[in-house]
């Protein structure tokens, strides 16, 4: 049983597979951004490699994708990890993420502490500013 996709991943494992079987790399992030209307493409890959669809091998610039259904692969071969998964490095993340943790945070205020600010919303764009100036549009507040 498959699980349930989106239709970005659909579209993703389309582009994915396609690319396998014409034996070509790996699209990036961005090219699978363009082909969807999107930002980036690498949450979408990465959802689809927690549902077990796919199996990503990160290289330090370029990375490979397998398909689980058939086997088959993008082409590419990984020469050197990505930094984040070298050995040495697994210890200095660690700690870092430890000491991001010990941090002391600042007491959280209450709203009703902080000083109310009146703001407008722009007439052309929607935005909330102040002053007499949006500062998304750049337009001046009759």
């Not at 930002?39 to 669809?53: H, P, Q, Y």
């Not at 990375?63 to 058939?70: D, H, K």
């Not at 945070?105 to 007439?123: G, H, I, M, T």
Request: one cysteine or more; proline letters at 4%; aromatic letters at 4%.
């Amino acid at each position: 049983m498959s699980p349930e996709l989106t239709y970005n991943e659909k579209a993703v494992m389309a582009l994915l597979e396609s690319a396998a079987d014409a034996g070509v790399a790996c699209p990036s992030n961005t090219a699978i951004g363009n082909r969807l209307g999107m930002s980036g493409g690498s949450e979408i890959l990465s959802s689809l490699e927690r549902k077990g669809l796919i199996k990503v091998e990160r290289g330090s610039s370029k990375r490979v994708v397998t398909i689980l259904a058939t086997g088959k692969r993008t082409a590419g071969e990984i020469t050197s990890l990505h930094w984040r998964l070298r050995p040495e490095n697994q210890g200095k993340l660690k700690a870092r993420a430890g000491e991001r943790c010990e941090k002391k945070r600042p007491p959280e205020r209450l709203v009703e502490d902080l000083p109310r600010v009146e703001q407008a919303s722009c007439f052309w764009c929607g935005t909330r500013f102040e002053g007499q100036r949006c500062g998304n549009c750049k337009r001046a507040v009759r």
